[in-house]
């Protein structure tokens, strides 16, 4: 069994899907628009530099989720989709998906955004699995809590061998493995596949790759889907 991995923000987006649905929302009036947008930025800087506390983010990332309907959320998601996903999809990562999804058997995108503003996005694309950071929900309502193991970092490498598990085989009895990554973030899943390939890299992974002599690519491009 061969298995495809894909970070989702910043590699098969050109841009960041949790960071973009912040700025929706205070274009929306959703949140509290100069304190929201400040701390937005403040812990995608976090995320960029390595520093970013997970729980603390996603105290904050989740909380608009919980003050809204479902039916709300849902039609301002589609909007999003139109206005900032949609744009931030080349060409170029649609038609690498698009191979990787002939010639392997499991292909999923593997992010720490949430399930919520991801799973459209997986749709999207055609991607069939999507392991994703889960909003708590009861009753049809999100609560504003994380469900279970946030989907990041070394969460990434708990997550996939829990879904391994659920499909019944284990990295280590896979046929071959590769992990699409642009972070830093993410090299303690990257250490695990057979074959890790970094994406319009940041600085620290593109001297990473570097110096393991991993492949480095870009899916960016002017031509958009």
Known sequence: MNLVLFDLDNTLLAGDSDYEWGQFLIAKGAVDGPH???KNKA?????????????????????????????????????????????????????????RLDDADLVAIITATNSFVTAPIAREFGI??????DPEE???????????????????????????EAHGTHLDRLGSSWFYSDSH?????????QH????????VLHAHALAKNWPVIS??????A
């Open 36 to 38: 929201y947008e400040a």
């Open 196 to 203: 890790p390939i970094a994406v319009d890299p940041d600085t």
């Open 43 to 99: 812990f995608y800087e976090d995320y960029k530099t390595g520093r970013l506390d997970i729980y603390a983010f996603l105290a904050f990332a989740l909380h608009p989720l919980a003050t809204h309907t479902r039916a709300q959320l849902d039609a301002w998601h589609a909007e999003y989709m139109e206005t900032h996903v949609k744009p931030m999809i080349t060409q170029t990562a649609r038609d690498l998906v698009n191979k």
């Open 219 to 224: 899916l960016r491009g002017d031509q958009h």
């Open 128 to 133: 069939p699995y999507l392991i994703a950071t």
């Open 185 to 193: 973030n993410d090299l303690p899943l990257l250490e695990k596949v």
């Open 138 to 164: 009861i009753d049809g309502r999100f609560t504003g809590e994380v469900a279970g193991t946030p989907c990041f970092r070394e969460g990434k490498v708990a997550r996939l061998e829990r879904f391994l």
